[in-house]
């Protein structure tokens, strides 16, 4: 594996050596390199510069240009309006970097880390005996597709499934299965649908008792005490309920062609023994106190209603332990234990204010310390194409797998239209594909912030920033290196290059850093308007060079189908990188 530095970069090294050579002071000063229309290049941190040492910034423009040495990297350079730089990138230097990117194999040259981290991710965390819904659907999305872009940076990522698999919920639904043992089919025993089936049935009827009979409401409250005091055969049953639902949980991962490793299924439960030691040291600290029997953290700045201190339950004052404690225990054990440097929670921005808490209260007690970074990633709501919140026409909630099955029948059509050369099973196969993709580059191309809508009409266009205008312009790709025949991809650094191959080739190159910038900003849909942008200043590359018709000279060709096989590698990384297939064929 070899690494590429970057153009921009090396660029980058270029001009800071530059400005340090006029002026010692400017040292370490940030250049401000970016992509620009008017050159390949434009740097404009010489305006701040200039401010600083009081000078006139064209003239120190001027003279910092002096300082450049050009050559194959930087083939020219420009003062231009009030003291910017703008910077040409020589042909040859273009096609070396992106040769040695080919040359590289998956990793298209992007370096690694120098000082990776531990990244511990909390996401895809649905619930115990419950439907998954849309916003479930976005946390395992945003975390599956953050978590290997973090990967590919070289940090280490452990993934956490916070599933919720404990409460007093589950008093009502054990003591009904303990009643009526025939109702829950052993899990090894049925598929995902089967197994949600079940658990709705049991949900419903055990519901329906609780509702109606005060008895069972009574053994139903003594069972919660038996469950949490520990007693076996009721742990048996709730086991029952957890394996149950990890079975439909893994059809829908599967639906959504995502890997979820069971050792990494790490419910509310498992934190249940550490939860009484994280409340004493709490207290011990002062850094919980008691307040009407409970044991709660205050905080200054977050008020509610009236102006009235919202305080974080760490304890209940009938001495259970709810939500915020089995999270403090995680974080604890995730840092102690896993070593984690950051602590990402991908997680609903209805729950923010909860992170914040638990965060803070983990700062004062010292388990979060300045070297750990905490965020909660919190991603807005789901709602539907009519910009409402998401619900079926008769006002329910829509489930998650008829909203995955729907889009993978409309992929089913868009593929069908096309189709020329594919048989009935790979339009299925690729149907799954388009449609999954679909969902997902839907999901990650909106800043994960905004709520955004769930419209499958515009998810599976051909046309627009869709992951199947994406799958097409890569299926085109491969469908142009089939047809070259024996003329094969090679770089020619000898070459002069057409406006369109250089603009291409400089956001090839753009690849690695884009990543690097997305991944730490948790931001998918910079890697998603990355790679949108890719396709298009392809298709105006094959739009005004020809590859094969008509026939270029030999060397030309080669250089050509060199760019069409990097592109399509980058392409196929970055979809890779956001969990979308990439077929050959369409
Ligand atoms: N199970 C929770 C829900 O469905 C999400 C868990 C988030 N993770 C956490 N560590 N609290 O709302």
Redesign the pocket.
Known sequence: MASVTSLSDSVQQHLASALTATRPEAAGADPLLRRSDRADYQANGILALAKKAKANPRELAAEVVSHIVTGDLVKDVEVSGPGFLNITIGDRAITENLAARHADGERLGVPLKENPGVTVI?YA???VA?EMHV??LR?AVIGDALRSMIDFTGEKTIG?H???DWGTQFGMLIQYLFEHPGELAPAADVDGEQAMSNLNRVYKASRAVFDSDEEFKDRARRRVVALQSGDKETLELWQRFVDESKVYFYSVFEKLDMEIRDEEIV??SAYNEGMPETARLLEEMGVAVRSEGALVVFFDEIRGKDDQPVPLIVQKADGGFG?AA??LT?IRGRVLDLHASTLL?V??VR?SL??RM?FETARRAGWLGDDVTAHNMAYGTVLGADGKPFKTRAGETVRLEDLLDEAVQRAAQVVREKARDLTEDEIQERAGQVGIGAVKYADLSTSPSRDYKFDLDQMVSLNGDTSVYLQYAYARIQSILRKAGEVRPAAHPELELHEAERALGLHLDAFGDTVFEAAAEYAPHKLTAYLYQLASLYTSFYDKCPVIKPAPPREVAENRLFLCDLTARTLHQGMALLGIRTPERL
């Open positions: 909390d965390q649905p619930n419950k916003g479930h946390s956490r916070h599933i919720g419910g509310e939500y089995s999270d995680a929670y997680v609903d729950q909860h992170f638990v």
